[in-house]
């Protein structure tokens, strides 16, 4: 040994109390999309919660029926058929979904929410001026009302929908797509028509 290494030696063994040698435990662990150890549902519970606590938002709806809203929003499926499966009105759904900040890219796609957010007209006078009914334009205030608290809370709220419902979607996916490859390896060259 040489001198440098003999004072690298001695650092070393002074800084960790004198032990001659650093043995790690290293674990082999599968590997997963999800780090958190809680269920889907359990998350989902956990960001409504959270949300609740915060806004105060109340659609008449309990815990559960948003979970189904956030849930059928990542799926895809239209305010009209989530409530059919709540037993509720589309509306009742829509404001639900603005609640949890879940706002689709079609809700106000005809018209500029940051004008609409910025006038101080009343619902009328903006129905009018935009050639849509009254109820349109509610909509598209509390849709831009919906925007303007998920930014004001940085998109936290929505952030933790995608990080559980699509992190969700892409490991169900995966964990098909290996499965059907898995099969299909398995099977490749085998006959398949044999008679017994």
Known sequence: MNEKTEELRDIFTSVTDGEETITESQVDTRGSLEQDERTVDERLESVVAQMRE????????????????????????????????????????????????????DDADEVDLVAIRDREEDDATLAAEYGVDETRIRRYRRV?????????????????????????????????????????????????DVSF
């Open 54 to 105: 915060r806004y105060g938002f109340d659609a008449g709806l309990e815990d559960e029926a948003y979970l189904t809203v956030a849930k059928r929003f990542y799926e895809g499926e239209s305010d009209e058929a989530i409530a059919e499966e709540l037993g509720v009105d589309a509306e009742t759904v829509f404001e639900a979904r603005m609640a949890l900040h879940l706002v689709a890219e």
């Open 144 to 192: 831009a009302a919906a925007k303007d608290e998920s930014r004001a809370a940085n998109d936290r709220y929505r952030d933790e929908f995608d990080d559980v419902l699509a992190d969700s979607a892409l490991s169900e996916r995966l964990a098909t797509d290996v499965r059907e490859d898995g099969l299909a390896d398995a099977t490749e060259g085998m006959e398949t």
